[in-house]
């Protein structure tokens, strides 16, 4: 902290009366009070705009903290929410949001932004200084910030005490008792090797593990106070942890992310080492690379284990690092540090506050969470958007990928078919993306602010923060395919030229319904994408050449046949419109002598994908 008596005099604006505070939701942290301005006048008060999904406002709870104690008998800090998406304008979950970021000080929440509007606020955070005669000072936008507001504060204690205009006094602080509860928002989880859990309790500053059950609690580690602190699980100290990854050798990353630090957890142990980050944040012109204990870290909120390194989820500055555990460095991947939407080479790309990670086949993948956005970093080092249009385009949609639509996605995990699950945390919702299809659909809805999950067997386990619980849900049959689909052989295919055929014939009393346009779909397309020279792609046609490259070797054709057909007959009134779909996902080879034609069928009249009378096709 600067020191403000050697520092010279804080440059103030010109003096405007400050508006009344106004919000349809009420105060929260009062104890059931109402405080006016007014009523303040004779305090320094100190206005928070924020926002619970905006990591620089949470950053600028925490840097809050200690200027709130220094100065607690002069001083009176309101946060006054001022929600960016529509599930922040719901009361309950403002107050979950007070309750998880423990901030110390009287909420006022204004869901249909009345105090945001009066006071003229263009960005999240804002900072508004108002003086003990009830006039705004000052007026900060972004966050590091609290050394010149301390200058001027102290400033505004010497000046207004001299002018008998000072009102000292306690702190108008009353939080709510919290439930007792096993877990308190719990964010990330990992499955460990021995089929038992490990779960961030964070706003216990704990790592839990549970055993198989998801429920039972085995060890806590961490003694459950705010810090950073190395050794054993009954003296290390976390705060507010997230993201967790299992290392070859059986460890555990933590993203701590308050502490803006990784740490290392030895589950056998229950010994606790920080790996990288030094406990302060990164500020504009510090170091994006070097020895991991020297370079600063900001708001690391997920780890995954990828290509030999440690990669972050870095949401403080919009970007993803990579740590070194054996070399003992960081560096810088991908993201610029603004935050936007801009697909492109990995350094060149634009995250916005990167929250989840998952590993595939086809690379890394990211929930991106302020841009409601699934996003793929390549092996090829090009980062592309697979669901999600920009900062504001947010909501809920299935569908097509490119019309999909999210709302600040907080998590995303691998599938036993490939696809990914988002915790699509503002919907209450898991979701379902597969890149074979390009197709986004839900999993399950009523989950309070799933944050993250975890494939297990036939089940997905996933965290709902905002129950403070973890929830096993059975994965549908199309997630984990047909049995002998996923026990398939590789099938040697014909180098270049291939011809792809779906069989469907609608069963008895129904026809192709085109009264609307095609009846049937097909999209075609593979893992990787280069093993096809041509012929992936969306079309109406059930038939599709294909061409193959050798130079791929073994891959994967991801196929997926659509058929409407609707109920026939003069005696119908009242015809019903019934869609066939399935999936395949035909492990192939392109060989010398290899099938020049694939079949693989939809339906049929009698259940095979034959009419009556039909010669059976060599299929798949």
Not at 165 to 192: H, I, M, N, Q, S
Not at 384 to 405: E, I, K, Q, S, W
Request: glycine share 10%.
């Amino acid at each position: 902290m600067d020191d403000a008596a050697s520092a010279p005099p804080v440059r103030r604006s010109a003096r405007v009366r400050a508006p009344e505070l106004a919000g349809k939701g009420g105060w929260l942290n009062t104890g059931g009070a109402a405080y006016t301005l007014a009523g303040l006048r004779g305090r320094v008060v100190l206005l928070d705009f924020w926002t619970f999904c905006c990591v620089n406002c949470l950053h600028v709870v925490d840097e809050l903290r200690e200027l709130e104690e220094r100065h607690r008998d002069t001083l009176v800090v309101i946060g006054v929410h001022s929600p960016k998406f529509p599930h922040e304008a719901e009361h309950a979950a403002v107050a979950d949001a007070v309750e998880r970021y423990a901030v110390a000080h009287p909420v006022l929440d204004d869901p249909e932004l009345t105090t945001w509007t009066q006071y003229a606020v263009r960005a999240w955070p804002t900072l508004v200084v108002v003086d003990p005669e009830g006039y705004v000072v000052a007026t900060y936008s972004g966050e590091g910030h609290v050394p010149e507001i301390e200058r001027l504060v102290t400033e505004l204690e010497a000046e207004h005490a001299a002018k008998g205009t000072l009102r000292r006094g306690d702190l108008p602080y009353a939080p709510p008792e919290p439930e007792p509860t096993v877990l308190r928002f719990p964010g990330k989880v990992l499955r460990l090797p021995s089929g038992t859990f490990l779960v961030t309790d964070t706003t216990r500053h704990q790592v839990v593990e549970l055993a198989e059950d998801a429920e039972t609690v085995l060890r806590r580690f961490g003694d459950g106070e705010r810090g950073l602190v190395d050794g054993p699980s009954g003296r290390a100290r976390f705060q507010e942890p997230q993201g967790l990854a299992l290392l070859p050798d059986g460890a555990v990353v933590v993203a701590d992310t308050v502490n803006h630090a990784l740490r290392r957890l030895d589950p056998g142990t229950g010994e606790v080492a920080t790996l990288a980050g030094t406990g302060s944040p990164w500020r504009r012109g510090d170091a994006t690379d070097g020895p991991a204990r020297e370079v600063n870290l900001s708001s690391p909120w997920d780890v995954v284990w990828w290509r030999d390194r440690v990669w972050i989820a870095m949401a403080g500055i919009h970007q993803l690092w990579s740590c070194d555990p054996a070399a003992g460095t960081v560096a810088r991947e991908a993201g610029t540090g603004g935050e936007q939407l801009v697909d492109g080479p990995a350094k060149e790309a634009l995250f916005a506050q990167p929250s989840g990670l998952a590993v595939t086949a086809e690379g890394l993948w990211v929930a991106d969470s302020e841009s409601s956005a699934l996003r793929l970093l390549g092996p090829d080092g090009e980062v592309r958007t697979a669901v999600g249009a920009g900062l504001f385009a947010f909501g809920y949609r299935d569908g097509p990928a490119d019309g999909a639509l999210l709302q600040h996605p907080l998590g995303v995990s691998a599938l036993p078919d490939g696809s990914l699950a988002v915790c699509d945390t503002y919907n209450h919702a898991l979701r379902r993306y597969d890149p074979a299809t390009g197709e986004v659909t839900t999993l399950a809805g009523d989950l309070r602010e799933p944050s993250g999950a975890v494939a297990v067997g036939e089940d997905v386990v996933v965290v709902e923060s905002a129950r403070h619980r973890l929830t096993r849900l059975r994965l549908p049959a199309e997630v984990l395919g047909p049995r002998t689909d996923r026990e398939r052989s590789v099938t040697g295919i014909a180098i270049g030229p291939v011809h792809l055929d779906v069989v469907f014939t609608p069963p008895p009393g129904q026809k192709l319904d085109t009264r609307d346009g095609p009846a049937t779909r097909l999209l075609v397309s593979a893992s990787p994408p280069a093993l096809l020279r041509s012929g992936e792609g969306a079309g109406s046609d059930l038939s599709r050449a294909l061409e193959t490259d050798p130079a791929v070797g073994q891959g994967v054709l991801h196929v997926v046949a659509t058929a409407a057909a609707c109920d026939a007959g003069p005696e119908v009134l009242h015809p019903a419109c019934h869609v066939h779909r399935r999936e395949w996902r035909l492990p192939v080879r392109p060989v010398v002598g290899g099938a020049d034609r694939l079949v693989v069928q939809l339906s049929g009249a009698d259940g095979t994908g034959r009419a009556p009378g039909q010669a059976p096709y060599p299929s798949l």
